[in-house]
């Protein structure tokens, strides 16, 4: 699997922005994906979470109810759409294939392991 991400730029605050991440797999609803990113001096960390077929996706709570990830498997594109961005929202963001995903059962928390990463595409959002 090969990750291609994109969309990333500089924006103010309120914006929004979508990411793409291109997958080059012959079958792409094989695969659970999520978005990570990477904020200058900090470690990566959970964006969300989709299910290979799209039914579930699952968030990290600093972008709950602005972010909305959703996929294409018959383009093999999933997408990352960001409302209402704010300067903390500033890092490079990367996608993945993801392995394991499931939720904990009783919390809001997913369980992952990360398989394959894109490169990162950078998103700033200034105040």
């Known amino acids: 699997v090969q990750l291609q991400a994109s969309g990333g730029g500089t924006v103010q605050s309120g914006a929004s922005l979508r990411l793409s991440c291109v997958a080059s797999?012959?079958?792409?609803?094989?695969?659970?994906m999520a978005w990570f990113r990477q904020a200058p001096g900090k470690e990566r960390e959970f964006v969300g979470a989709?299910?290979?077929?799209?039914?579930?996706?699952y968030y990290a709570d600093s972008v709950k109810g602005r972010f909305t990830i959703s996929r294409d498997n018959f383009k093999k594109i999933m997408f990352l759409q960001m409302n209402r961005l704010k300067p903390e929202d500033t890092a490079v963001y990367y996608c993945?294939?993801?392995?394991?995903?499931?939720?904990?059962?009783?919390?809001?928390?997913?369980?992952?392991?990360?398989?394959?990463w894109g490169q990162g595409t950078l998103v700033t959002v200034s105040s």
């Open positions: 993945a294939v993801v392995r394991d995903l499931r939720k904990v059962r009783g919390t809001e928390e997913v369980t992952y392991t990360p398989d394959t």
């Open positions: 989709i299910s290979r077929a799209g039914l579930s996706t």
């Open positions: 797999v012959s079958v792409f609803n094989m695969y659970d």
